[in-house]
């Protein structure tokens, strides 16, 4: 299932979030998913990026072509790709 550009696919233990890089944005800008939920990071993009919470988590660098996947914690994270500044997100994780 798709909706609004988000990838949603349901495991035994959560959701399956996905999130696309390319254009230099993230898209959906804004997610929400629930606690034990894993979110993926794909990049379509042709340049590295990276999904980055200061003093929260860091993809690291990831390629063209690559994924980056984490089960965030409970809470409100804004993040950006530290390589692109511009480019800037909102996860939530109730």
Not at 67 to 85: E, F, I, M, N, Q
């Amino acid at each position: 299932m798709v909706t609004a550009g988000l990838s949603i696919a349901a495991t035994a233990f959560g959701a399956t979030h996905t999130v696309t890089m390319e254009g230099m944005q993230f898209s959906p800008p804004s997610v929400t998913v629930k606690q034990g939920d894993k979110v993926v990071w794909v990049n379509k993009d042709v340049v590295p990026h990276t999904a980055t919470v200061p003093k929260g988590f860091d993809s690291g660098s990831v390629a063209p072509g690559q994924s980056w996947a984490t089960t965030p914690k409970r809470g409100s994270y804004d993040y950006v790709c530290t390589l692109h500044p511009t480019m800037k997100a909102k996860l939530i994780v109730e």
